[in-house]
């Protein structure tokens, strides 16, 4: 009889590190303030709820030029700081 041995296929993958929270908060806040603020004044995070937020960000979204991911990203820091 033969004996079985179980083999194991091995892949490598490149993953891109997660981004902590804070990271996220981070990258939100500067693109908050160099990509919403070259237009208008910027209003702070507590002016508005977490449920008011995505509809402010989807109607400028096109404005300002930013991509879904960058809109996800200003979302964290005003989100962070929002008037829950």
């Not at 041995?5 to 091995?10: C, M």
């Not at 892949?11 to 939100?28: L, W």
């Amino acid at each position: 009889m033969i004996g079985c041995t179980a083999t194991k296929k091995v892949t490598s993958t490149t993953v891109e590190p997660q981004k902590t929270p804070s990271d996220a908060v981070a990258q939100g806040k500067d693109l908050y303030e160099n990509r919403c603020g070259r237009c208008h004044k910027l209003f702070a995070a507590s002016d508005y709820s977490t449920q008011r937020w995505p509809k402010i960000l989807d109607s400028m979204q096109a404005k300002a030029k930013i991509t879904d991911q960058q809109k996800e990203l200003i979302f964290s820091y005003l989100s962070a700081g929002s008037a829950h």
